[in-house]
């Protein structure tokens, strides 16, 4: 991102004002939309509603058995989460303890099962952004000590630690959450979300003949195809285009990537367009642009088509 704020511009404010409700939601469609982005199954990602249910201290878990690209959120074999919001200052002995150790001093189950697998713990700080000028690695130790008092075993244990700009780096990666994240979802640029809570995205839907197989072919073609996507989806006025997309894009590990425009005249010269496609941003985005005719629909995907893999573009008109 450039130094100008834009309509993807996303601030540690935008983290701080968030419930810890809000924080795990949040957190969960990034996961999701990490999971799309490596080609593994949504059904790896399990991350609980029932934040105030006892948990094991763990808030989310993502087991991976592939290899898969490690330089993301998720890390192969099992990866479990500990969500915060507020000051909560991980450098702190007491809450270290509070992580990861129940209120008799054994480590909480979930922790230590995660350990005991090798697997990776990670720390995701909603509300903090190292005030206190202590730096990871130091941070990471204070873990590390804490459990070799319990076993030396763990003196290597894979902890991670998220802080509010390494998470705005995360959710930056995907337009819809960046937008979803500072308000901006509700207008020109709608998330999933949003543009499903439009009236006439409320109304009625029964399936014509041929639209679940439709709705089957363009969920499976955002899925697998390997190159920057065009699909153009045309028929007549009113026969339910735009829903049949909608539909076909709900789904849990599709809808955190989708951004919907009305028109082509939101999206065309808009800072959307503009960000996405400068040469130093990696977006993941399904790009839904509504009543796009054919000079419209030539001109973004000229802008498009060459993007790679992290680019899907949707077009519908009434050809």
Same mark, same amino acid.
């Given at each position: 991102m450039n130094d100008l704020n834009t309509v993807l511009t996303i601030t540690n404010a935008d983290l701080d004002r968030l419930s810890p409700e809000l924080a795990v939601d949040r957190f969960r469609q990034l996961l999701w939309a990490e999971a799309s982005r490596l080609g593994i199954s949504r059904s790896l990602v399990d991350v609980p509603g029932a934040i105030t249910v006892p948990d094991g201290g763990i808030d989310a878990e993502v087991v991976v058995e592939?290899?898969?690209d490690t330089s993301g959120l998720i890390q192969c074999g099992v990866t479990r989460y500990q969500i915060k919001t507020g000051n909560f200052v991980a450098s702190q002995n007491s809450n270290v303890k509070d992580i990861l150790f129940t209120g008799s001093g054994e480590i909480k189950p979930r922790v230590k099962s995660c350990l005991d697998a090798n697997g990776t713990l990670v720390l995701v700080l909603f509300g903090w952004d190292n005030p206190d000028q202590t730096d990871d690695s130091a941070v990471v130790e204070r873990f590390r000590k804490q459990l070799v008092q319990k076993d030396a075993k763990y003196a290597d244990a894979?902890?991670?630690? %998220?802080? &509010?700009n390494q998470l705005l780096g995360h959710f930056s990666q995907y337009p819809s959450l960046a937008l979803l994240l500072n308000g901006r979802n509700v207008s020109r640029f709608q998330t999933h979300d949003s543009w499903?809570?439009?009236?006439?995205?409320?109304l009625d839907f029964v399936p014509g003949p041929g639209f679940q197989e439709a709705m089957d072919d363009l969920r499976n073609e955002l899925i697998t195809n390997p190159n920057a996507l065009h699909v153009h989806v045309a028929g007549e006025a009113g026969i339910g285009k735009t829903r049949l997309v909608l539909e076909a894009t709900k789904a849990e590990f599709i809808a955190p990537l989708?951004?919907?425009c009305g028109s082509p005249t939101t999206v065309i010269d808009s800072d959307l367009l503009?960000?996405?496609v400068r040469t130093d941003n990696d977006f993941e985005v399904i790009l839904i642009v509504d009543e796009c005719g054919p000079?419209?629909?030539?001109?973004?995907?000229? %802008?498009? &088509?060459?993007r790679g893999r992290r680019i899907r573009f949707i077009s519908i008109h009434n050809d």
């Amino acid at each position: 991102m450039n130094d100008l704020n834009t309509v993807l511009t996303i601030t540690n404010a935008d983290l701080d004002r968030l419930s810890p409700e809000l924080a795990v939601d949040r957190f969960r469609q990034l996961l999701w939309a990490e999971a799309s982005r490596l080609g593994i199954s949504r059904s790896l990602v399990d991350v609980p509603g029932a934040i105030t249910v006892p948990d094991g201290g763990i808030d989310a878990e993502v087991v991976v058995e592939q290899d898969i690209d490690t330089s993301g959120l998720i890390q192969c074999g099992v990866t479990r989460y500990q969500i915060k919001t507020g000051n909560f200052v991980a450098s702190q002995n007491s809450n270290v303890k509070d992580i990861l150790f129940t209120g008799s001093g054994e480590i909480k189950p979930r922790v230590k099962s995660c350990l005991d697998a090798n697997g990776t713990l990670v720390l995701v700080l909603f509300g903090w952004d190292n005030p206190d000028q202590t730096d990871d690695s130091a941070v990471v130790e204070r873990f590390r000590k804490q459990l070799v008092q319990k076993d030396a075993k763990y003196a290597d244990a894979s902890v991670v630690v %998220l802080r &509010q700009n390494q998470l705005l780096g995360h959710f930056s990666q995907y337009p819809s959450l960046a937008l979803l994240l500072n308000g901006r979802n509700v207008s020109r640029f709608q998330t999933h979300d949003s543009w499903s809570a439009n009236g006439d995205m409320n109304l009625d839907f029964v399936p014509g003949p041929g639209f679940q197989e439709a709705m089957d072919d363009l969920r499976n073609e955002l899925i697998t195809n390997p190159n920057a996507l065009h699909v153009h989806v045309a028929g007549e006025a009113g026969i339910g285009k735009t829903r049949l997309v909608l539909e076909a894009t709900k789904a849990e590990f599709i809808a955190p990537l989708v951004i919907y425009c009305g028109s082509p005249t939101t999206v065309i010269d808009s800072d959307l367009l503009n960000e996405i496609v400068r040469t130093d941003n990696d977006f993941e985005v399904i790009l839904i642009v509504d009543e796009c005719g054919p000079t419209d629909r030539s001109h973004i995907w000229n %802008l498009l &088509q060459h993007r790679g893999r992290r680019i899907r573009f949707i077009s519908i008109h009434n050809d």
